[in-house]
């Protein structure tokens, strides 16, 4: 049967379809809403909280015209300075995400804070409290900041204001003063993690004898990096004294309670940490006086002390001394005339001692002595010698003879002969080692033989006559 055109078209229509299931469309949708925003602060009011044993944390968000679900779960809700409750206008920092299983759009919170200025001062009273129990604000552990510093450091950031009034005022005031800057950002996220950066880089540096911590006016909000608890201990710990100017006088903030010498502006704290090049040179001008004064006084006493050495010298007349130093001349010529005479009578007789003992050892004697000696040595070494050789001719005589005697050429002299096989050389001692036919040779003692083996016959090598066959 065949199918009509209409339904197969249908049917591959049907098969080119991508069915979704509702968890995959969910799973895709909250793909899409966690990968379209980055993490948001979000402001409103809770309400519906609701607080499970699990130790989560669920509630609604809401203003005026919407509402969102939120989510805080246990290990972010460890983190709360404070207990949430329906009404309670709260500042959300939360990441957008979908519930999956119910397919709710709703926010997953990190951080949660009572919105308002008051949330913010009262935190900022608690930290204060606690960085002073543990004394990061005595004044005792205060350090004096430089008189004349040879470079100052500028923590802030390179494009504000405060950085413009800064080095203004240094300018102004002493202009051979060099300045540092090390760049930072001084509001927002991770602003008070980038100040103890740099202060923590200025101290391993240290090429500053003093740091300058400042920033411009602004809400509490936009000071709050500079109410960090770990910015709070990093001034406190830094080896080089820090001066802060931040914000406006009424701003204090815990890095101004932590620093050596807080100043209620930038500008004030310019004027802090070097003196005005007015006041220098009036201070050098005082120094000038007060060094002129002393000098004119020690020259005074120096005068009056010359002018008293010269009085004891004209009352002790020159010439008496003259005649003294004269006496004394003419003793010590005469002691020294004596010592030098005496001194060459001794070298004169050691001279004498010393060629008697020279000539006593001439060379001449010894050569005779050792001359005598080589002679008799001589012919000691002569008698030795010939009296060894004598020994060794007699003995090799005797070996001689005894090597004679044994040579197989006296036998041959005695009437024997060697008899060798001409197939390996070999030397014939019994009949039984040839056969008939075999070529042998026959040395004499003169002369040598080639002949064939007619018969061979064993016998009794020990037997008379046996060796005549």
């Known amino acids: 049967m065949r199918m009509s055109s209409a339904a197969h078209a249908e049917q591959i229509v049907d098969f080119q379809r991508d069915i979704w299931t509702v968890s995959r469309l969910n ?3 909250r793909a899409i809403l966690e990968g379209s925003l980055p993490m948001l602060w979000v402001q409103g009011e809770i309400s519906n909280l609701a607080e499970p044993p699990s130790g989560h944390c669920y509630f609604t968000l809401k203003d005026a015209g919407a509402q969102v ?7 972010r809700r460890r983190y709360l ?19 999956e299983a119910r397919g709710e759009f709703q926010l997953r919170v990190e951080h949660m804070e009572p919105a308002g200025e008051g949330a913010l001062r009262a935190e900022l009273e608690r930290r204060k409290r606690r960085l002073a129990a543990l004394g990061l604000f005595d004044e005792a552990k205060k350090r004096p900041l430089p008189t004349l510093p040879a470079q100052i450091g500028l923590i802030t950031s390179p494009n504000g204001a405060a950085v413009h009034d800064l080095l203004t005022v240094l300018a102004r005031r002493l202009p051979l003063v060099p300045v540092l800057i090390y760049p930072v950002p001084v509001q927002g996220e991770g602003a008070a993690a980038a100040i103890c950066a740099a202060l923590a880089l200025a101290n391993r540096r240290g090429e500053c004898d003093i740091l300058i911590l400042a920033r411009g006016g602004g809400s509490l909000e936009d000071l709050m990096a500079f109410n960090d608890e770990a910015l709070a201990h990093a001034v406190r710990a830094s080896q080089i004294p820090v001066l802060t100017g931040i914000g406006h006088e009424i701003d204090l903030s ?8 807080r100043a209620p502006t930038p500008s004030a704290a310019a004027e802090i940490a070097v003196p005005a090049a ?14 002129r004064v002393r000098h004119e006084a020690r020259r005074s006493a120096a005068a009056q002390r010359l002018a008293a050495l010269a009085r004891r010298l004209r009352l002790r007349h020159p010439l008496t001394r003259l005649e003294q130093h004269a006496q004394t001349l003419d003793r010590l010529r005469h002691r020294l005339e004596l010592a030098m005479q005496r001194s060459l009578e ?12 020279l000539r006593a050892g001439a060379p001449q004697r010894r050569l005779r002595e050792r001359r005598l000696r080589l002679s008799a040595l001589s012919a000691r070494l002569a008698a030795v010698v010939d009296g060894g050789l004598m020994r060794r001719r007699q003995r090799l005589a005797n ?5 004679d005697a044994l040579s197989p050429l006296a036998v041959l002299q005695r009437g024997y002969a060697i008899v060798t096989r001409e197939s390996d050389a070999a030397v014939v001692r019994s009949a039984g080692e040839v056969s008939n036919g075999d070529a042998i040779g026959v040395r004499l003692r003169r002369g040598a033989l080639r002949a064939t083996v007619i018969e061979a016959s064993a016998g009794d090598a020990d037997a ?4 005549d066959s």
């Open 69 to 75: 679900r939120c989510a805080l779960f246990r290990q």
């Open 81 to 99: 300075q404070f207990r949430p409750a329906n009404g309670q206008q709260v500042l959300l920092r939360a990441r957008l995400t979908l519930y």
């Open 464 to 467: 008379p006559g046996a060796g």
């Open 278 to 291: 007015a006041d220098l040179s009036q201070r050098l001008l005082s120094w000038g006086r007060r060094l």
């Open 27 to 29: 799973a895709e949708a």
């Open 346 to 357: 001794r070298r004169r007789a050691m001279l004498q001692r010393r060629h008697a003992a």
């Open 254 to 261: 815990l890095a101004d309670l932590a620093a050596d010498r």
């Open 399 to 403: 070996l001689g003879g005894r090597l």
